[in-house]
């Protein structure tokens, strides 16, 4: 099993940034074998791909609209994937999932076996 915790929401103003942090255990976790993801839900919508990111941190994916303006890492030391997100937009507002994955960075939602809790960000105008 793996548990993921994202921390690093709140409410900000069109153009701040804002990083999210993610922090995975499990008696059977292994960051080196593991793909993490990030997702985001609005209210009436479908959880949408963010970003992935695979085992060393070499290779990335990126949704077209946050490209250029999103990036994650990880610390597989400290067991933490992070986004940084900058130039935000009150269209990027909504709640935000880490997920984690056996295998490479994929882009479906579908294709996560492990997910956290959540964590809100709000951009305003």
């Known amino acids: 099993q793996v548990q993921l915790v994202e921390s690093g929401g709140g409410l900000v103003q069109a153009g701040d940034s804002l990083k999210l942090s993610c922090v995975a255990s499990?008696?059977?976790?292994?960051?080196?074998?593991?793909?993490m993801g990030w997702f985001r839900q609005a209210p009436g919508k479908e959880r949408e791909f963010v970003g992935s990111?695979?085992?060393?941190?070499?290779?990335?994916y990126y949704a077209d609209i946050v490209k250029g303006r999103f990036t994650i890492s990880r610390d597989n030391a400290k067991n933490t994937v992070y986004l940084q997100m900058d130039s935000l937009k009150p269209d990027d507002t909504a709640v935000y999932y880490c997920?984690?994955?056996?295998?490479?960075?994929?882009?479906?939602?579908?294709?996560?076996?492990?997910w956290g809790q959540g964590t809100q960000v709000t951009v305003s105008s």
């Open positions: 997920a984690a994955r056996n295998g490479g960075a994929r882009r479906d939602r579908s294709e996560y076996n492990f």
């Open positions: 990111i695979g085992w060393s941190g070499s290779i990335t």
């Open positions: 499990g008696r059977t976790f292994s960051m080196y074998g593991m793909a």
